[in-house]
């Protein structure tokens, strides 16, 4: 039998490869990977990483991160905004970076948009501790102002990292730059929204809008339900 510790630095390579491995396709031009991917990949399919042992490779990636000052959004920063919620979440919801709420508690979606995320995600009759919660950049950007790509690019990697951890089923995407983000592309998000696509390790993505967004415009809650009630499907028919 594994000593915990043997399987705590098994699963850290696992992510390590996974990582690599996608980095190699981007360098080579790809932005989708085959199905059927190389054997050190395919160690990282669902459920690779023990559950007892995601809480410990989070924290790695959150010390990874460490008190960053990468790109400038440091500078007007309070708090380092990672993540929160299940590590076994089957759905995670990425937004784009934290707002002031996020930025003085150090958790992302608790202001009014949080507010109105949590009531989206009863909706399709799951609670905020089922799911994991994530912004693509962890660093609140000055005014609520939208992250600038340099900023997205430097922070991409770290979410990409939850994910090889977690391993959701489905990631929603809310807005257009978390969307951007993680597909790759430079389409807009009502193009984008309610048709689910799938990263280069089989997750499917859900775009749809931010709740900001919706608070703004509520004739669009209609469409932002629509596209929940699909997430709600494939997370119901999935294992």
């Given at each position: 039998m594994k000593l915990p510790d043997e399987l705590k630095q098994e699963a850290l390579e696992i992510v390590a490869t996974l990582h690599d491995y996608v980095q190699l396709q981007r360098e080579r031009g790809l932005k989708t990977v085959p199905v059927s991917a190389p054997p050190a990949a395919e160690k990282a399919a669902p459920g690779a990483i023990p559950s007892p042992l995601k809480k410990d490779a989070l924290r790695d990636v959150r010390e990874?991160?460490?008190?960053?000052?990468?790109?400038?959004?440091?500078?007007g920063r309070k708090n380092i905004v990672f993540g929160t919620g299940n590590p076994d979440a089957r759905l995670v919801f990425v937004g784009e970076g934290p707002g002031e709420e996020e930025d003085l508690q150090a958790e992302p979606f608790v202001g009014k948009a949080g507010q109105l995320l949590t009531r989206m995600i009863q909706a399709i009759q799951l609670d905020r501790s089922e799911v994991y919660i994530a912004n693509v950049v962890k660093c609140r950007p000055p005014d609520n102002r939208d992250p600038q790509e340099d900023e997205m690019a430097t922070c991409l990697p770290?979410?990409?990292k939850q994910l090889a951890v977690i391993r959701p089923r489905i990631v929603c995407t809310l807005g257009r730059f978390s969307t951007q983000a993680l597909l790759?592309?430079?389409?807009?998000?009502?193009?984008?929204?309610?048709?689910?696509?799938?990263?280069?390790?089989?997750?499917?993505?859900?775009p749809t809008y931010h709740p900001s967004f919706l608070l703004r415009s509520p004739?669009?809650?209609?469409?932002?339900?629509?596209?929940?009630q699909k997430v709600q499907k494939e997370y119901q028919a999935g294992p």
């Open positions: 990874e991160i460490g008190d960053c000052t990468r790109c400038r959004l440091h500078a770290f979410l990409k790759g592309t430079k389409e807009g998000i009502t193009k984008l929204r309610g048709r689910f696509q799938r990263l280069e390790n089989g997750i499917m993505v859900m004739e669009k809650k209609r469409e932002a339900w629509e596209d929940l």
